[in-house]
């Protein structure tokens, strides 16, 4: 029998609404906090029958069922942060503050009064009840339109958001980031974060058509979570009360609570029959695939190296890399390749290493860019290119694609990003290959990307074999 071996984990608390679609509520920030690695308690203070497309219905819990969920809560738990949500009515709102009062940790309070979809979440009555709790939290989290009801201006721009932000911050809240999916600016989504003494922004490309279900339940929690976690470091908190914590700290946790939620709604969950729902563990999720996809890397080196196609006729100078990316991967320590490359040697191609995660820089970054046009790409390799090589991808007739390096502009972010996205955009299909034509120092290349590792081990053969062949 083996010996119990417990894991000493950060907690925090949600006191929230549940929605029976699990996009939002007291669901959506479980497993916020499950993907930051925090325990999460839970107080349910209304019952939604809520979907993709709207809410049907809700039924708001007696405020002493709310307050003995709390009591029983913060009664056997090391509670490290608390984050409050939906509380739809007076006697809810007014009973969670007595509570949530007595709880010697920060607070986050999401002020939620209308859901994504346009129902409505709080009674009208409620929203000045408000200002009790607000003057307690260490962050409140309203958008463009929750901000203009608790400043009473209009919010359409950022810098209505600041002067909103600055307005809450001045009832008593310690910080108060006012969120902008609602603003007017169709390229980005601008947050606007006022702390005791500064405005800071934190701005994000916005993702067009994407699902935005609970994605202020999902950034309040993780503001949250990183608090929990925070809250045993004595180096970093204001220990005047439990609730007070550095600017520093609350200007992290936003930062990173940001950017988590740039991804979570990029690669949304596509469920149900309206837009769907963000991905509330997108980042342990990409974690959890990075296992399987360096065995897929590994299966096509050892493919390469076990081939019967002459694919040693294929490495170039620099060698070949194999990469693969999760579904979610947007950067090169996200992907997986060969430490080193593979050479041709004696005992015919080798990889001069083993697969591990950010192995690769130039065939990673191709493979990220591909991605911006075509996410379906999880794969690719770069392959030696001459007169013989485009005479063999014109014989297997694949779409292909080329970039020349002498019409990279001075501002370009770099080679493989610029020559990526030009050779994806203007392509009729979308290309099997992309050829670099190089330049002086810079040996030309051929670079293939497919979804799956089999189509690529199949490509590496086929290609190989029409080149043998015109060689003959």
């Known amino acids: 029998m083996r010996k119990a071996a417990p894991v000493s984990r950060p907690v925090a608390l949600t006191v929230a609404g549940s929605d029976a679609g699990g996009g939002a509520g007291v669901q959506a920030d479980l497993q916020t906090f499950a993907g930051h690695d925090v325990h999460g308690t839970s107080v349910v203070t209304a019952v939604t029958a809520q979907h993709t497309r709207g809410v049907e219905s809700t039924h708001v819990l007696p405020p002493g069922e709310v307050a003995a969920q709390i009591d029983a809560v913060a009664d056997d738990f090391a509670v490290g942060a608390v984050k409050t949500g939906m509380l739809a009515t007076v006697d809810v709102v007014e009973t969670v503050h007595d509570h949530v009062r007595q709880v010697d940790a920060p607070l986050v309070v999401d002020p939620v009064m209308v859901a994504t979809s346009g129902d409505r979440l709080l009674d009208r009555d409620a929203e000045r009840a408000y200002d009790d709790l607000l003057a307690d939290a260490t962050v409140a989290t309203p958008n463009a339109d929750e901000a203009a009801v608790l400043a009473d201006v209009d ?239 014109d014989a297997l007739e694949w779409p292909v694609a080329a970039y020349d390096r002498a019409d990279e502009p001075d501002d370009a972010p770099g080679t493989m990003d610029w020559g990526t996205d030009r050779a994806y955009r203007h392509a009729d299909l979308r290309p099997v290959a992309v050829v670099d034509r190089g330049a002086h120092g810079k040996e030309p290349m051929t670079k293939l990307a497919t979804e799956t590792a089999d189509e690529l081990a199949n490509r590496l053969d086929a290609l190989a074999t029409e080149l043998a062949n015109g060689d003959q």
Not at 267 to 295: E, F, I, K, N, S
């Open 155 to 393: 919010v359409e721009s950022v810098s209505d958001a600041r002067d909103a932000a600055l307005a809450i911050r001045d009832r008593g809240v310690d910080h108060v980031l006012v969120t902008g999916g609602h603003l007017e600016d169709d390229d980005a989504v601008t947050d606007v974060l006022a702390t005791e003494d500064s405005v800071r922004t934190f701005t994000h490309d916005r993702i067009r058509d994407a699902a935005t279900h609970g994605s202020g339940c999902t950034l309040s929690a993780a503001i949250a979570a990183t608090l929990a976690r925070e809250a045993g470091n004595d180096d970093r908190r204001n220990d005047a009360t439990g609730r007070s914590v550095a600017s520093d700290v609350v200007v992290d946790a936003v930062a990173d609570a940001t950017t988590v939620l740039e991804r979570a709604v990029r690669y949304h969950h596509d469920v149900g029959q309206g837009p769907g729902a963000v991905q509330h563990l997108v980042d342990a999720r990409t974690d959890a695939a990075l296992p399987a996809v360096a065995r897929d890397v590994e299966r096509v080196v050892a493919h390469v190296e076990t081939a019967t196609a002459p694919v040693d006729a294929l490495i170039p100078e620099v060698g070949t890399n194999v990469v693969g990316a999760p579904a979610h991967a947007e950067t090169v320590a996200e992907t997986v390749a060969v430490d080193g490359r593979l050479a041709t040697t004696y005992a015919g191609v080798r990889a001069t290493g083993g697969v591990r995660p950010g192995a690769s820089s130039h065939v990673a970054r191709f493979l990220l860019a591909a991605r911006e046009h075509h996410p379906e790409l999880r794969y690719a390799a770069n392959c030696r290119y001459d007169d013989a090589v485009a005479d063999a991808l």
